[in-house]
């Protein structure tokens, strides 16, 4: 596999006051197309600026990053840059521009100069591969928060992007919404081989990813699998990040002595461990 | 609820008139109402009139709905009434007290006027009542078009998407709304008593939090945009085309032939 991102030991400024705040320093890191990323890190660890600096709405202080070999600073390609990698945002109202559900999906589309019948199966076609068609005619404020952003995630999968980026898209969504967003994402991985990276803080929504990326301060602290990071909770709580209940269960039967790894997330899982373990010791 | 408002006061049907193009009505409200005012007499108007009549009763909205805006113009149509039936001085005097009089003609001329504004109302009621915001959107920014040729090529673009935005966001804004209302006076804000001074100054706290949300909103709403490949209205391509059908033509002759006698009419009488 080829990386589809490449992210060359960029320096990313934010220069609004007299004070430089340096966010991101000498940061490298490289996306492989059609991967499942999630980037996981407390607020302030620079993920949600590096999320907007991958599709070129922020520009790098120093340093480059290339999508498909192309610069994310070369102005003449912005927009084909950022049909490439679409960005979702957390909060799903201020990310919808019409009053029609199809007609905010078609919003990308639009703005990339198709024709109107291309347009039209594009947003048909989007709408269905988030599950939200017979939603089609709807307006979004009378949509659960997880339905207006399944129609957000459409209104970039209608621009035919190679990657989609994630930034904390479940971060105001309830249980429901989120499992629904998490279950979009992992299809559209899967059948439609859009690489995705996902940034969040909850951990639980990392279990299905091909890779984890740990970060604070704008560093990366770990980058591994899925069940290697969860196996360090240690470190998961000195960058601050929310420990799901199951496995600071099994991390604190661990540290009381029992012979225990903290690799798995499900109750299910978690409950079959702990079983186990009572019943090797017993034996 | 708040939340379930319907902006603007759509009426869902399938009419005649619901299925004409949005710009049709459009073009055809604005005619009508260039025609109640170039009708100089009583048969004229009432040609007028019953062109009206025929549209409202064709587009299927209970009348009771027409009725309940007029109810909302009813002053101002007593007013001019009023006014009228003491400016005109011609014709024979009917009651004459003071100095004022009422003549036969300030009579005719009071009910004229009434029925004019009557008319006015009835047939911009019908547009908003046949077309959804969206379509009226749609159709503004098509008939503005023309404005491009004359240098305002970005104007009717940036337009057309500030009324799109606010259309999306009523809804969301009156909702939020609602919320800070409900956070200040779950803090023991006092939002309905009081002097009318008062209650302005209680709406303060609930006016800037409501105007630095937006703000954010706003910036927010920017930066998705220009994620989703906007860049202005430079080769944008809509999906949703507005096509004129032949009903429209149809629309489109009956008013031309209306119109066409009352000018006649104002000519002959």
Partial sequence: MDNIIEVKN????????????TVL??????????SFTVILGHNGSGKSTLAKLLNGLYKVTDGEILVDGISTSDEEHEIEIKRRVGLVFQNPDNQLVASIVEEDVAFGPENLGHAPDVIRAEVDEALKSVGMYEFRKSTPHRLSGGQKQRIAIAGIIAMKPDCIVLDEPTAMLDPKGRAEIISTIKKLNRENGITIVLITHFMEEAVDADRVIVMDSGKIVADSTPKDIFSNIKLLKEVGLDVPQTTELLYRLKSGGMNITTDVISIEESAQKIYDAIHLEEI | MLKDITFGQYYENDSFVHKLDPRTKMLLLIAVIVFIFVSQNAVALSLVALLILFSVLLSKVP?????????????IIIFTMIINLFYNASGDVLVSFWKLSITTGSLYRAFYMAARILLLIIASAELTYTTTPNDLTDAIEKLLSPLKFIGLKNAVHTLAMMMTIALRFIPTLIEETQKIMNAQKARGADLESGKLIDRIKALIPILIPLLISSVRRAYELAEAMECRCYNGGEGRQRMKQLKYHSNDFIAFAVVVVVCATVVAVNMIL
Avoid at chain 1, 25 to 34: A, P, V, W
Avoid at chain 2, 63 to 75: H, R, S, T
């Fill in chain 2, 63 to 75: 009348l009771k709905m027409y009725f309940k805006n007029l109810k909302a113009v009813f002053p």
């Fill in chain 1, 25 to 34: 320093k000498d940061f490298s890191l490289n996306i492989k197309r059609g």
């Fill in chain 1, 10 to 21: 960029i320096t990313f400024e934010y220069e609004d006051s007299d004070q430089k705040d």
